[in-house]
């Protein structure tokens, strides 16, 4: 098909998010959240097991979590809002609803500027929510044939936040920007650990076309079951073809849920969405409105830490550093290092961090934690200074991240300080053109070649550290 014949498609995304609060209790009862390692249904009680008569309690440090969030992403934060039931049945929700917030939701608006790969794109928010996660379903094999569902507890009542876009998302790669720099925002003001791979973290993409210029939204999918960043990009890239084909063949799409298969990189039916699903809401009997206070509202704002929007900014026009990463990943680590006194250059300590600092916290994530910043200060004025060779700063400090041994105590331990001193290497000199005359005499005879071959034997006679620009100057000056 030719492209004039084409009808051309804007890509619309709307993104929901629900994340795992990180609180040490339930949302509305006191048992513990804590639930790797603990044994199924050990962490529950009559509330979070929906026995009869049980009544709930606010969890304070989950709504101050949603309220920072909203804070932190621009949201209007009305004085009051409400709790709400969503009614359906299903054996991992006991009580028969989900305490939730339907229509006065805790954050209403707000955006979340990303960068992408056409440029900084603000993507606009509908509203941020509380509630409580359901239970955890298994289902397993039985020896000899049939199936079982097993139900954990455990999982039921830990607060989650749900986070909606609007449908104004246009490709799949500021999706994916946008649930990272979410998930960074959020692991900043530290409401949630926001760990995809445990579930704190799950990300529901509905994607629709529609033809461009055109206002009224297409028919959309829900994609779930993305487990990681990558699968959210590639799992929506695959929606947009898909759907493409499907208008350019004239074949109707549906509204439906489709699940993400990551092997095959397929989305596949899940079910079918009839109209809306007519959940009953209707406000809580059990719990008063939830009134916010100027007095809560101020002492969140008060903690709030450097966000990460406006400390990419600061090492943009403080330091000129374009690296994201530097701002993103150990930002407390690499701030620590600039305050180092006397600071390093930004540039050297940046290009250090970018290079060795994220390769060696593959090996040990909380490593930027652990080690202190001075450290890479010491690192990096080593090398402006040429106290070391570039080379070798590179490997102490690679080696003082592993070993935590600190950047002098390597240097002197391995005798790497760098010879710069000219009477101390005019000896050495001496002696390489002694034994090199055919050499010196091309250099001579100006061939730049000879020169860097006798700079090297220079080199490999005080075992790297001289530092290479003295010694080709010094044998320079001797021999023209
Ligand atoms: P639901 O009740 O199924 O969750 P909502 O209307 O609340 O549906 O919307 C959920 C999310 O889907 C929001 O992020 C919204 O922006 C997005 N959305 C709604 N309609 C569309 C559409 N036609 N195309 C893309 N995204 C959409
Ligand atoms: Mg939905
Ligand atoms: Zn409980």
């Given at each position: 098909?030719?492209?004039?014949?084409?009808?051309?498609?804007?890509?619309?995304?709307?993104?929901?998010?629900?994340?795992?609060?990180?609180?040490?209790?339930?949302?509305?009862?006191?048992?513990?959240?804590?639930?790797?390692?603990?044994?199924?249904?050990?962490?529950?009680?009559?509330?979070?097991?929906?026995?009869?008569?049980?009544?709930?309690?606010?969890?304070?440090?989950?709504?101050?979590?949603?309220?920072?969030?909203?804070?932190?992403?621009?949201?209007?934060?009305?004085?009051?809002?409400?709790w709400d039931r969503k009614n359906y049945f299903y054996p991992d929700l006991p009580k028969g609803y989900q305490i939730s917030q339907f229509d006065l939701p805790l954050c209403a608006g707000g955006t979340l500027p990303v960068e992408s790969s056409d440029g900084p794109v603000v993507v606009q928010l509908r509203?941020?929510?509380?509630?409580?996660?359901?239970?955890?379903?298994?289902?397993?094999?039985?020896?000899?044939?049939?199936?079982?569902?097993?139900?954990?507890?455990?999982?039921?009542?830990?607060?989650?936040?749900?986070?909606?876009?609007?449908?104004?998302?246009?490709?799949?790669?500021?999706?994916?920007?946008?649930?990272e720099e979410l998930r960074l925002l959020l692991l900043t003001i530290g409401a949630s650990d926001a760990a995809m791979e445990d579930g704190q973290m799950r990300v529901e993409?509905?994607?629709?076309?529609?033809?461009?210029?055109?206002?009224?939204?297409?028919?959309?999918?829900?994609?779930?079951n993305m487990n990681s960043f990558r699968s959210v990009e590639r799992a929506i890239a695959f929606e947009i073809e898909r759907q493409t084909r499907a208008l350019e063949t004239n074949e109707k799409l549906v509204q439906e849920t489709r699940g993400w298969d990551d092997t095959r990189g397929q989305t596949y039916t899940m079910r079918l969405k009839e109209e809306s699903m007519d959940y009953r809401y209707f406000p809580e009997p059990d719990l008063p409105p939830l009134r916010t206070d100027a007095a809560m509202i101020g002492a969140i704002r008060g903690r709030m830490p450097e966000l990460p929007a406006a400390k990419r900014i600061r090492y943009r026009t403080d330091y000129g550093l374009l690296d994201g990463l530097v701002a993103d990943v150990g930002g407390d680590y690499f701030d620590s290092a600039l305050r180092f006194d006397p600071p390093p250059d930004p540039k050297v300590a940046a290009s250090l961090f970018s290079k060795i600092a994220l390769r060696e916290r593959n090996n040990v994530p909380n490593l930027l934690d652990i080690r202190p910043g001075a450290e890479l200060a010491l690192a990096s004025n080593l090398r402006t200074s040429g106290a070391i060779s570039s080379q070798n700063v590179e490997?102490?400090?690679?080696?003082?991240?592993?070993?935590?041994?600190?950047?002098?105590?390597?240097?002197?331990?391995?005798?790497?300080?760098?010879?710069?001193?000219?009477?101390?290497?005019?000896?050495?000199?001496?002696?390489?053109?002694?034994?090199?005359?055919?050499?010196?005499?091309?250099?001579?005879?100006?061939?730049?070649?000879?020169?860097?071959?006798?700079?090297?034997?220079?080199?490999?006679?005080?075992?790297?550290?001289?530092?290479?620009?003295?010694?080709?100057?010094?044998?320079?000056?001797?021999?023209?």
């Open positions: 098909m030719s492209l004039a014949t084409k009808t051309d498609y804007e890509v619309v995304v709307g993104i929901e998010i629900h994340v795992q609060l990180k609180t040490a209790s339930k949302m509305f009862c006191s048992c513990s959240t804590e639930v790797r390692g603990a044994a199924p249904n050990s962490n529950t009680c009559p509330v979070c097991l929906g026995l009869p008569g049980a009544l709930p309690v606010i969890n304070r440090r989950a709504v101050e979590h949603v309220l920072a969030t909203g804070l932190a992403i621009g949201s209007a934060i009305p004085d009051v809002t409400r509203r941020a929510h509380l509630e409580e996660d359901t239970a955890r379903l298994l289902h397993q094999d039985v020896p000899g044939g049939g199936r079982v569902s097993l139900v954990d507890y455990n999982r039921s009542g830990i607060p989650l936040m749900e986070i909606v876009t609007e449908p104004c998302i246009g490709s799949a790669e500021v999706a994916r920007r946008y649930a993409a509905n994607v629709s076309l529609r033809p461009r210029g055109t206002e009224a939204l297409g028919t959309r999918t829900e994609v779930k490997e102490v400090y690679a080696e003082h991240l592993r070993t935590g041994t600190p950047v002098n105590d390597i240097v002197a331990a391995k005798g790497l300080r760098q010879m710069n001193d000219s009477s101390e290497l005019a000896a050495v000199i001496d002696k390489v053109i002694a034994a090199n005359e055919a050499a010196a005499a091309d250099v001579r005879a100006g061939k730049d070649q000879a020169l860097k071959f006798l700079t090297g034997q220079v080199m490999k006679e005080t075992r790297g550290q001289a530092n290479a620009a003295v010694v080709a100057q010094l044998l320079g000056e001797r021999l023209k």
